[in-house]
């Protein structure tokens, strides 16, 4: 039995590290893959490319700065949104919805993330863009004054459209992680609080969100990621012109959505390094993110054991 167990020991083990190996191995190969195939851009633009804005490839004038512009400024509007939304449907779901619903409305919006993109982009191109189009006149003239809002557009295709698409893509991303996540706090301290006088609103946010801030910055990145590298969706509803506007509501780009647009039409040689260059941009974005989050995430441990000790 003593060498059957270790010899199940070294199997896992070298299962577990073949895996990281793996992933590893992944991960160099797509850095690779893009620095290489992005050299001819890299070489004729340099940096520069990050801060330009036209994009006309018949001209050999390329820049990705109206693409960085759409994708923080979409992705962000996304996770702002499907954040506070997402952890509230966690919390109901794990903590004030009786059993019956919780295993009817759970399944539900876990649904909504086996959804195809292309499903989601083609609700968005038949509802959300005629509705936008539809209100936008009203809110320019309400909220015209706020830069956000700018000039009236006629056609419903903007940023905004497409950050709200991308709202209901990552919604459902957070409430489920969260849930499972909020469901794994012990019964012991949940029980505990509410024996010393807590309220349940004290108990949420005391007790549940310090216990699983780590787990719920993780779930944010993952719904971030999704957002950040989304393209078949967005490529229906967000226009696709290469020019930097303040406001929400006009016509934009992404990185992502470009590169799914223009990679099998290319015109150049130079165009296609640039597409790659685009690839390698999110890239650097999205690991960028996820430092960011494991950081933060990181203080928020070292906060609450400092205070843990502090009670001690």
């Known amino acids: 039995m003593r060498g059957g167990g270790e010899t199940g020991d070294l199997v896992l083990y070298g299962l577990c590290a073949l895996a990281g190996l793996v992933v590893l191995a992944t991960l160099v190969e797509v850095v690779?893959?893009?620095?290489?195939?992005?050299?001819?851009?890299?070489?004729?633009?340099?940096?520069?490319?990050?801060?330009?804005?036209?994009?006309?490839?018949?001209?050999?004038?390329?820049?990705?700065?109206?693409?960085?512009?759409?994708?923080?400024?979409?992705?962000?509007?996304?996770?702002?949104?499907?954040?506070?939304?997402?952890?509230?449907?966690?919390?109901?779901?794990?903590?004030?919805?009786?059993?019956?619903?919780?295993?009817?409305?759970?399944?539900?919006?876990?649904?909504?993330?086996?959804?195809?993109?292309?499903?989601?982009?083609l609700w968005g191109l038949v509802v959300l863009v005629p509705f936008i189009h539809s209100i936008e006149p009203g809110l320019h003239n309400v909220l015209g004054w706020i830069p956000l809002f700018g000039p009236p557009q006629t056609t419903g295709f903007s940023i905004f459209t497409g950050g709200l698409v991308l709202t209901f893509m990552i919604l459902p991303i957070i409430s489920a992680l969260s849930r499972d996540l909020f469901l794994t706090v012990p019964r012991e301290l949940r029980e505990g609080a509410m024996a010393l006088g807590a309220t349940q609103w004290e108990v949420i946010r005391g007790v549940v969100l310090p216990s699983t801030i780590s787990g719920v910055s993780a779930a944010m990145v993952l719904a971030l990621g999704r957002a950040l590298g989304e393209?078949?969706?967005?490529?229906?509803?967000?226009?696709?012109?290469?020019?930097?506007?303040?406001?929400?509501?006009?016509?934009?780009?992404?990185?992502?959505?470009?590169?799914?647009?223009?990679?099998?039409?290319?015109?150049?040689?130079?165009?296609?390094?640039?597409?790659?260059?685009?690839?390698?941009?999110?890239?650097?974005?999205?690991?960028i993110t996820s430092l960011l989050a494991r950081l933060i995430a990181r203080r928020f441990d070292v906060e609450r054991a400092y205070a843990r000790a502090v009670a001690v």
Request: charged share 5%; hydrophobic share 55%.
């Open 32 to 121: 690779y893959q893009l620095i290489g195939n992005s050299n001819l851009a890299i070489g004729h633009f340099g940096l520069g490319f990050l801060g330009h804005q036209e994009w006309n490839p018949h001209f050999g004038r390329l820049g990705a700065a109206t693409l960085i512009y759409g994708t923080v400024v979409s992705s962000l509007m996304a996770l702002v949104i499907a954040g506070p939304l997402g952890l509230s449907i966690a919390i109901y779901l794990a903590m004030l919805a009786s059993p019956r619903v919780r295993s009817v409305v759970g399944p539900l919006v876990e649904m909504l993330a086996a959804v195809p993109s292309i499903i989601y982009g």
């Open 231 to 287: 393209a078949i969706a967005l490529s229906f509803i967000v226009g696709d012109v290469s020019q930097i506007n303040v406001s929400l509501f006009a016509p934009g780009a992404t990185l992502a959505e470009r590169m799914a647009n223009e990679f099998l039409g290319t015109s150049s040689n130079l165009e296609l390094a640039a597409l790659w260059y685009c690839g390698l941009i999110l890239l650097v974005i999205g690991l």
